[in-house]
């Protein structure tokens, strides 16, 4: 019985040191998918981040005030109105101005006088040209700052006139929601200076 035991002893202890090792082995295993999902998933943080940052540098948004861009417009109705400037990849600038109008035609009078007449061109739009252009440019502004769905049902209601005043370095559209009373300004500026 002694000579069994002196020849299970060792038997033992090696089956006990390999469950052991493999236990180790087991453990390390679990420890290095552990680590690898925790660095792969800052690794995508990272990567988020980092791609969201040269989004916000690449399409900045920037607070503008509508008066400041069209000083000719000392209504009061007019002064306070802010939007948003949104300078694209391109080099091309907008301006978005979403505000109350009362009287569309006067507004538009007021955005092209002072300028030569073959300078400021006042014009009627078709919507769904200008509908498609904002689809297009939506993709590009960040937020929501045009709601295309919205602008085609109220096209569908009869409720929208579209404008187009063109002058010397900018390119206006206005979208007038005539049971409303309130218009969407953009602003396709040449240049981030003043229209006049």
């Not at 006139?161 to 929601?177: A, H, P, R």
């Amino acid at each position: 019985m002694k000579q069994i035991l002196k020849h299970l002893l060792p038997i033992t202890l090696a089956g006990s040191i390999l469950v052991s090792c493999n236990q180790v082995e087991q453990s390390v295993q679990e420890v290095v998918e552990s680590t690898k999902s925790t660095v792969q998933q800052k690794v995508n943080d990272q990567i988020g981040k980092t791609i969201e940052g040269q989004i916000s540098n690449i399409l900045s948004a920037k607070d503008a005030s509508l008066s400041e861009l069209y000083p000719q417009l000392t209504t009061p109705e007019y002064q306070d109105v802010m939007g948003k400037h949104i300078a694209l990849p391109t080099g091309k600038s907008y301006y978005y101005f979403n505000y109350p109008s009362s009287d569309h035609m006067e507004l538009l009078n007021v955005l092209s006088e002072g300028r030569e007449q073959n300078k400021a061109v006042v014009k009627k739009l078709e919507g769904s040209s200008v509908l498609s252009q904002l689809e297009v440019l939506g993709k590009w502004i960040p937020g929501n700052y045009i709601d295309v769905d919205s602008l085609k049902q109220r096209v569908q209601q009869g409720r929208l006139d579209f404008y187009q005043v063109k002058t010397t370095g900018s390119n206006s559209t206005l979208i007038f929601d005539k049971q409303s009373k309130s218009v969407l300004h953009i602003v396709n500026a040449a240049s981030t200076s003043r229209v006049q």
